[in-house]
């Protein structure tokens, strides 16, 4: 029997990386105005999906969305993520009252570690972007609906705007050059995985409309 699956850019994450990572966020004016926008929509899809008191923010990285997931106040938050030292770092560097809030995970979107129907919601910001093969995107898919029983809230890049069209021309005159783990994504092939995987699609939010690749889709399960 087949291993789980694992992806270069996963294995990166040691105790520097992560902290890196966390500082990443709050780095300058740009950094900032994009998280602010990233918990706008985010806020949004919460309350598109019914406010679920039980989410599974996964990968949860250095705990960026933790203290946004915890202003629900009975909110149990499962913070997961396939690098112990990610959530190590979230744990220290998020505030106390938050932390407490928290289950943490260690654990793969390719083989999560809970059962069938285990979350309300799983809330999944910035990973799908990074994952090329549309196998491995389904495999995530159908993990993610064995385990969530009616949502998912996910962020990825998408086509059809003109980050993705600059981005494109830019790659076409270099070429690709050595490993890549950024993708955008024909909008119309992910939501044929999504539809594959057993959702349909509830909303699509984009963070700059025709401008930003980033679109956030929320999904409920068939």
Known sequence: ??????????????????????????????????HWRDEQLARKALTLVGEPGLVLDLPCGAGRFWPLLAEK??????????????LKIAMQAQPTGVVKRVQPLHTSAFDIALPDNAVDSIFCMRLLHHIGEAEHRLAILREFERVSRDSVILSLWVDGNFKA?????????????????????PAAT????????????QERLDFLPLYAMWRVYVLRKR
């Open 73 to 86: 106040p009975n909110r149990v938050i499962i913070g997961a993520d396939n690098s112990e030292s990610m």
């Open 190 to 201: 992910v939501e044929k995985e999504f539809e594959e995987a057993g959702f349909r699609i």
């Open 1 to 34: 029997m087949a291993g789980p699956i694992k992806l270069d850019f996963s294995e990166k994450y040691d105790d520097q990386h992560a902290q890196q990572y966390l500082l990443k966020h709050q780095d300058g004016v740009s950094r900032k105005l994009s």
């Open 165 to 185: 069209w600059k981005r494109k021309r830019l790659e076409s005159k270099r070429g690709q050059v050595g490993y890549q783990n950024r993708f955008v994504l």
